[in-house]
C-alpha cells in the first residue's frame, strides 16, 4: 500500500520561511517522479514543483520561481519543498503526490498518489 505522508505545514508571517517533507512508502521511491501541488480555498489543485527521479530535471510554477525549492532523498524516501519569502498567496493545503513511469509533469492527473496534505497559513 503506498503512502506518502506530508509534514512540516504551519502558520506563518509573510517573509518567513517552512520547509515541508513529505516520506514516502510503499512503492519504488527512487523510480517514482515526486511533485508539490497545493490548494487555496476557492481554487483549483495547482502545480507547485516536480523533480524527476534522479533530481536532474525539476519544475517550478511561475509563482514560486526563485523562493521554493523541491529535493528528495532516494536514500530516505522522501522529497522536501523548502519555502522561502512566504506570501499570503501562498496559502493553501499543499500536498506531495508520486508519478510512476512517466516524466516530471505539472499535470495533476498524471500522480497516482497523493498524500492527505498540510496546511499552510501565510499572514500579513
Known amino acids: 500500500q503506498v503512502q506518502l505522508v506530508e509534514s512540516g505545514g504551519g502558520l506563518v508571517q509573510a517573509g518567513d520561511s517552512l520547509r515541508l517533507s513529505c516520506a514516502a512508502s510503499?512503492?519504488?521511491?527512487?523510480?517514482?517522479?515526486m511533485g508539490w501541488f497545493r490548494q487555496a480555498p476557492g481554487r483549483d489543485r495547482e502545480s507547485v514543483a516536480g523533480?524527476?527521479?534522479?533530481?536532474?530535471?525539476?519544475f517550478y510554477a511561475d509563482s514560486v520561481k526563485g523562493r521554493f525549492t523541491i529535493s528528495r532523498d532516494n536514500s530516505k524516501n522522501m522529497v522536501s519543498l523548502q519555502m522561502n519569502s512566504l506570501k499570503t498567496e501562498d496559502t493553501a493545503i499543499y500536498y506531495c503526490?508520486?508519478?510512476?513511469?512517466?516524466?516530471?509533469?505539472?499535470?495533476?492527473?498524471?500522480?497516482?498518489?497523493w498524500g492527505q496534505g498540510t496546511q499552510v497559513t501565510v499572514s500579513s
Open positions: 510503499g512503492l519504488s521511491f527512487s523510480n517514482a517522479v
Open positions: 503526490a508520486a508519478s510512476i513511469g512517466r516524466g516530471v509533469s505539472a499535470n495533476s492527473a498524471l500522480y497516482a498518489y
Open positions: 523533480i524527476s527521479w534522479g533530481g536532474s530535471n525539476i
